[in-house]
């Protein structure tokens, strides 16, 4: 195994991709938390399965080209940001004057139900979606164009989340809400509807992130154990609440997960956990969070 | 009523933590007599059963120590369940060599050797895991078991990796399912004991009020992390022992021991049984055991079923089954004294 130019290019440009998907879903569970406390277990469960609600909207729809893709992930979108407000309104809502391992177990028990559901509708074998694409030739080896698209779409929903967050007014509601609900209420703002809005806006984000991941990355059973575990990492990272330092620790774990595969196949999980362990140690609060809010 | 005071943190009432003993012990006696008697009275299939909810009653007492009495939620529990596990069938593996015999002396030994490995492995993680409390702890110590399932995943040469180490037969008298029953039986009742007692010391109040109110703790000038630690490293060491008896018992181990799978199974146990009672852990393993029995009979989906429980659990009666009692008998005897109180003063009820 030789580390050319060509190669180091290769596990550059998966390891960004990867970092986008782990972006997606950790901006989401940050984002949940940091509004409402909640640490959602099952974000990465209904990733899967806004993954597989996706897969079967492009096959009925007869399964071919990207445009239909696009539409494909827009139903799948809007229907998990539906079942997401139903979670909420009936499940989440009922968590937050609780003590914090009960909130745990609600939503680790939906890992448990949302997996079986999607074993009962969707059977065990992976799904994913295949785009006829040209690869691109890029000195000795073959770059799949795909990779750029994700990192454009990644960056361009991070920086639409970063707007919305800063700029408009329900952004500000929200930001006002992690600081002092209490206060946001008493303004006259209907604390339940941001919590409900919350929650759809971080499954639609990860609902959306399955689907634009579908032609690169197969929908199977489990693989969301492995993702919320470095979900968690990333957040732990880059700090509960920060945007920014979600971002720049996805694209660490991301490209660092890349290279170790590379270098250490069986290591590669275990590098991204000496940096948890070194955070966690040395700025518990990660790298963009604020001690306060830790 | 004096009895609703409520703790800030966990808005249970304060009496909540005296009725312990109050129902853990009948509870705990009972069972006692009949684990007793399981081998007379029942076959060799409930035997096994029986010897299932011993050793990951165990495994989930242990974890209770954690979660119901210091108040933290791990998810990588089951990382020293399986160095426990794995201590032993390595020792063992080493013993019997090739002709996969062992001697009484050397399966005892392998037995042992849990412990101490145990024990070790909770310090180092715990070292780590105690700075931190609430979802960082959650996190971190799934993380490391995670970690630790990697490990033990990949490592062929030392571990078997996902093979797993097979062939552990028990030294010929123990080769029997009542044997072996009673073996654990003694290892787990012991093991049970020294965990009541320590839940009832002065240590044990410590880690109580460090779930009601770590800061307050604090400043009463207890070093809180310090006995975080020793807590986590005892709960390890018990759920090390715990695996230990594991191995000889299905004859295997596999690095699924280790896995988030496996911590979630002391997680649920406690919870069905109540998190806020000794005995709530090992009740849990029995409702456990017979409802995965039962349900795996007439189908494949365990984990819905089981996440299905856990929603209803948490949504409706988070104290499990002893919690559930508690509330009715609590409920019951202040009907009673409610009663009492208005014949003694002559008073009419002025409602609540």
Redesign the interface.
């Known amino acids: 195994m030789s580390l050319d130019l060509s190669l180091i290019l290769i596990q550059l440009l998966a390891g960004i991709s990867r970092a986008m998907v782990l972006f997606l879903l950790a901006s989401g569970l940050s984002l949940i ?1 940091g509004v409402m406390n909640i ?1 959602n277990f099952a974000h990465a469960t209904m990733w899967l399965l806004g993954g597989y609600i996706t897969f079967s909207l492009f096959e009925m729809m007869g399964g071919e080209g990207p445009l239909l893709l696009v539409v494909a992930i827009i139903g799948g979108t809007t229907v998990m940001a539906g079942i997401g407000l139903l979670t909420e309104r009936f ?1 989440i809502r ?2 937050y ?6 909130q ?3 939503t ?6 949302i ?3 999607i ?2 509708i969707w059977g065990v074998e992976d799904r994913a979606v295949y785009l006829n694409i040209e690869p691109l030739a890029v000195g000795e080896t073959y770059i799949n164009p795909y990779y750029f698209v994700i990192i454009a779409v990644g960056a361009s929903v991070a920086a639409g989340l970063w707007w919305f967050l800063q700029k408009t007014r329900y952004g500000k509601i929200v930001r006002a809400a992690v600081y002092n609900r209490d206060m946001v209420s008493a303004l006259g703002i209907r604390i339940p509807f941001i919590y409900m809005g919350v929650f759809a806006l971080g499954v639609a984000i990860a609902a959306f992130a399955a689907g634009v991941f579908l032609p690169l990355m197969p929908m199977a059973l489990g693989v969301d ?1 492995d993702l919320i ?1 470095q979900c ?2 990333v957040v ?1 990272i880059g700090g509960f609440g920060s945007i920014l330092g979600t971002f720049v620790a996805s694209l660490v774990v991301g490209i660092i997960y890349a290279f170790s595969i590379l270098l250490w196949p ?1 290591g590669a ?2 590098v991204v ?1 000496l940096i ?2 070194g955070i ?2 040395w700025r ?1 609060w990660g790298l963009f969070g604020t001690e306060l809010r830790y | 009523m004096a009895m609703t005071t409520e703790s800030s ?3 249970k009432p304060a009496a909540w933590r005296f009725a312990d003993a109050v129902l853990s012990i009948p509870v705990l006696a009972v069972l006692f007599v009949a684990f007793l008697l399981v081998p007379i009275v029942l076959g060799q299939f409930w035997v096994e059963v029986a010897t299932e909810i011993l050793i990951l009653g165990l495994f989930a007492a242990s974890f209770n120590l954690i ?1 119901g009495y210091m ?3 791990s ?1 990588g529990h089951a990382a020293f369940f399986g160095l426990g596990a794995y201590a032993t069938a390595i020792l063992f593996r080493e013993f019997s060599g090739a002709t996969g015999e062992i001697g009484y002396l050397e399966f005892f030994v392998s037995v042992a050797a849990s412990v101490p490995v145990a024990a070790l492995g909770a310090l180092v993680i715990g070292f ?1 895991c105690v ?2 409390t ?3 702890f ?3 110590t ?3 078991g ?2 630790l399932f ?2 033990v ?2 490592w062929y040469g030392f571990t078997g990796g996902d093979d797993g180490i097979q062939r552990l037969l028990p030294p010929p008298l123990l080769r029997h399912a009542t044997a072996y029953y009673y073996l654990c039986f003694v290892i787990v009742v012991l093991a049970m004991l020294l965990m009541w007692r320590i839940t009832q010391s002065p240590f044990g109040y410590i880690l109580r009020a460090m779930r009601d109110n770590q800061e307050r703790t604090r400043f009463l000038g207890i070093n809180t992390r310090a006995y975080m630690l020793i807590n986590f490293v005892i709960a390890g060491t018990f759920a090390g022992l715990a695996g230990a008896l594991w191995g000889p018992f299905t004859r295997s181990v596999a690095p699924g021991l280790l896995g ?1 799978q496996e911590s ?1 199974i002391a ?1 649920f146990m406690t ?1 069905l049984g109540g998190s806020g009672f000794f005995a709530g852990p090992m009740v849990g393993s029995i409702i456990y055991t017979f409802l995965h029995a039962w349900v795996t009979g007439f189908t494949q ?1 365990w ?2 079923t ?3 429980v ?2 209803a659990i ?2 409706f009666s ?1 104290g499990g089954l002893l919690g559930a009692v508690d509330a009715w008998r609590r409920a019951r005897a202040g009907k009673k004294s409610r009663l009492a109180a208005d014949m003694a003063t002559g008073e009419e009820e002025t409602g609540a």
């Open positions: 938390f640490l499940l009922r968590m004057d609780r003590e914090l391992p009960e745990l177990l609600l680790f028990a939906l890992v448990l139900i997996g079986d559901v074993k009962i154990i575990v968690f990492a732990v069986d999980l275990a956990f948890v362990v966690l140690i518990p | 943190r966990t808005g979660y108040g933290q939620i998810f780590f700075r931190l609430g979802i960082y959650a996190i971190l799934l993380a490391f995670e970690l990697f490990v995943f990949s988030w979630g997680v919870l989906y984990p819905l089981i996440g299905t856990i929603l948490v949504l988070p």
